[in-house]
């Protein structure tokens, strides 16, 4: 288990694991008034949280499925990656794809974190790449089943 400094400046608790399974820990709106999104409006959306990751560590922001699904709000970049060197308060980037308006409530849960290691790759140029059996082969290249 890693362990991840915080500040939360919102009027809510720290982010937690909702299960002893779960990847991800819920984010929530920190707003002093609602929010009204309309049909594919997007908005910047605050938590008043402020994390230091140590290095080899990223924060990936993913969308709510249940909000998604049900709701049509999810995140304008779909995954967003929060680096080990930003000090910034995280904002969450919210789209509404319904063709609905959808009102965003203080403490609502908008998205969830993810923390996760990585590796920084090193390039190595070459003239040939390794053969595959799948090539080049693209979207949609190994079949549907």
């Known amino acids: 288990m890693v362990k991840i400094q915080i500040i939360n400046k919102s009027k809510h608790d720290n982010p937690h694991y909702a299960t002893k399974g779960a990847a991800g820990m819920d984010i929530r709106a920190n ?3 609602s929010i009204h999104l309309q049909s594919l409006e997007r908005i910047l959306v ?11 560590y990223e924060a990936q922001i ?6 998604s699904i049900k709701k049509g709000i999810t995140l304008i970049n779909c995954v967003g990656t929060i680096d080990a060197d930003y000090r910034g ?9 319904s063709n609905e308006a959808y009102t965003i409530e203080d ?8 923390i996760a290691q990585y590796e920084q790759a090193q390039w190595e140029n070459v003239e040939v790449l390794a053969a ?6 693209g979207f949609g290249s190994t079949g549907k089943k």
């Open 31 to 33: 707003i002093d008034t």
């Open 46 to 56: 605050p938590t008043g949280l402020y994390i230091a990751l140590p290095e080899g």
């Open 62 to 67: 993913r969308p709510r499925s249940g909000l």
């Open 89 to 97: 308060e995280i904002k969450i980037g919210v789209v509404n794809l």
């Open 107 to 114: 403490g609502e849960r908008l998205a969830q974190m993810v």
């Open 132 to 137: 595959t059996k799948r090539g080049e082969g």
